[in-house]
Nanobody, 127 residues
Framework: QVQLVESGGGLVQAGGSLRLSCIAS????????IGWFRQAPGKERDIIGA?????????YENSVKGRFTISRDNVKNTAVYLQMNSLEPEDTAVYYC???????????????????WGQGTQVTVSS
């Protein structure tokens, strides 16, 4: 099974940028679709985007479209990245990546249950 470790979180001012990394080990990384999620204080964990196994399909939740970019490296680093630009205080949350290989889909549909999760990394955006 795959293990996931997120990094790159921190404190940033509104309008700033951060790049989160989700580093995978174990398993066959290219067999997993990867989702990015976040959980703000007092709220449920929500998906913000996902990338297919080969990286040829990416989807975003509406609130991050045009600001966040997901990319994937299946060869050199077995990692998925989340580039976050134009950050807003509302983006403050713990960010998680998750992996799933169970579906017949190319990219997991909304509501998909992911198999494996990282521990999360805190992102705080100050106003």
């Amino acid at each position: 099974q795959v293990q996931l470790v997120e990094s790159g979180g921190g404190l940033v001012q509104a309008g700033g940028s951060l790049r989160l990394s989700c580093i995978a080990s174990g398993g066959t990384f290219a067999s997993y679709a990867i989702g990015w999620f976040r959980q703000a204080p007092g709220k449920e964990r929500d998906i913000i985007g996902a990338v297919s196994r080969r990286g040829d399909s990416i989807i975003y939740e509406n609130s991050v479209k045009g600001r966040f970019t997901i990319s994937r490296d299946n060869v050199k680093n077995t990692a998925v990245y989340l580039q976050m630009n134009s950050l807003e205080p509302e983006d403050t949350a713990v960010y998680y990546c998750a992996a799933d290989r169970t579906g017949p889909w190319n990219i997991p549909p909304p509501g998909n249950e992911y198999e494996f999760w990282g521990q999360g990394t805190q992102v705080t955006v100050s106003s």
